[in-house]
C-alpha cells in the first residue's frame, strides 16, 4: 500500500498557504455549485469490489488512515484501493456549504492514475462499521467481517471532475468521484475524529474554468 503524504516536506494545515506553486491550476478540494454542473454523458459505471477485511488503521499525523485491498472498476478502468482515510471538517463544499466529515478511498491504476471517491458525513445516526475502525485505531491489528459499504451512500449518484491530492504533494490530474448522498454518523463520532485531528482540511481552490459533471441513476431526472 502507497502512502500518498509527501515523505520530505515538513508541512502542516497551519500552513497551507505555503503548500503549491503559483503555476497550479487544478487544485482540490472546490465548492461545487449545483447550478453549474454538467450532465455526464458516458455511462459512468463505477463499481466497488472491497474486501472484509481492513489491514490496519492508525494516525499519520495528519489523518486517520487504513489499509485495505480492492477496486473500483470506473467505465471498465480498474484501480485499485490504496487506503482511506478521513478529513474532520469536510474539505469540499456543495454550494458554499462544508460536512462534518469527508471520507476519501484513495485508488491507483496500474498505469499510476489515481481516483478518489469521497463521501460526505453528517451528524445522525450512530454508524457500527465507523466505530469499529475507531476502536481499533493504532492497535497495530486486522480488523475482520468490517463492511466497508457500510460508509458509502445507498444512491450512487456522483459529482466529477480533474483535480488533485489535496495534501503534499498535491500532484495532480487525479479523479475525483464524490457521493452526492450523504452518510451519518453520531455526534459522538465527529467528536472522535475531531478528538484526532480537528480541522486537518485543505481550503478550497479556484476551479480555473474547470467543468464539473453529474452522473444521476435516477431515469427520471
Not at 80 to 91: I, P, V, Y
Not at 110 to 137: M, S
Not at 155 to 170: A, E
Request: charged share 20%; net charge negative.
Amino acid at each position: 500500500m502507497k502512502h500518498f503524504d509527501a515523505p520530505i516536506l515538513d508541512w502542516n494545515y497551519a500552513n497551507q498557504h505555503d503548500w503549491c506553486c503559483e503555476h497550479s491550476m487544478s487544485q482540490s478540494p472546490i465548492d461545487i455549485d449545483t447550478s453549474t454542473l454538467e450532465p455526464m454523458m458516458d455511462m459512468g459505471k463505477l463499481q466497488l469490489t472491497y474486501s472484509r477485511t481492513v489491514d490496519t488503521i492508525f494516525d499519520t499525523g495528519s489523518a486517520i488512515q487504513g489499509l485495505a485491498t480492492g477496486t473500483a472498476n470506473i467505465n471498465n478502468r480498474f484501480f485499485n484501493l490504496q487506503q482511506f482515510h478521513f478529513h474532520t471538517h469536510s474539505e469540499h463544499k456543495i454550494d458554499g456549504k462544508l460536512s462534518d466529515a469527508e471520507l476519501h478511498f484513495v485508488h491507483e491504476a496500474q498505469n499510476g492514475r489515481l481516483a478518489v471517491l469521497g463521501v460526505f458525513l453528517i451528524e445522525g445516526a450512530h454508524n457500527e462499521t465507523l466505530q469499529t475502525l475507531l476502536d481499533a485505531v493504532n492497535t497495530n491489528k486486522s480488523i475482520h467481517n468490517v463492511y466497508l459499504y457500510d460508509l458509502l451512500p445507498k444512491i450512487s449518484d456522483y459529482y466529477h471532475y480533474l483535480g488533485s491530492l489535496t495534501t503534499p504533494p498535491l500532484t495532480e490530474n487525479v479523479e475525483w468521484y464524490l457521493f452526492k448522498e450523504t452518510v451519518e454518523i453520531s455526534a459522538k463520532q465527529i467528536q472522535t475524529l475531531k478528538h484526532f485531528h480537528a480541522n486537518n482540511a485543505r481550503h478550497t481552490q479556484p476551479l480555473n474554468g474547470r467543468k464539473v459533471l453529474f452522473k444521476s441513476f435516477n431515469k427520471n431526472s
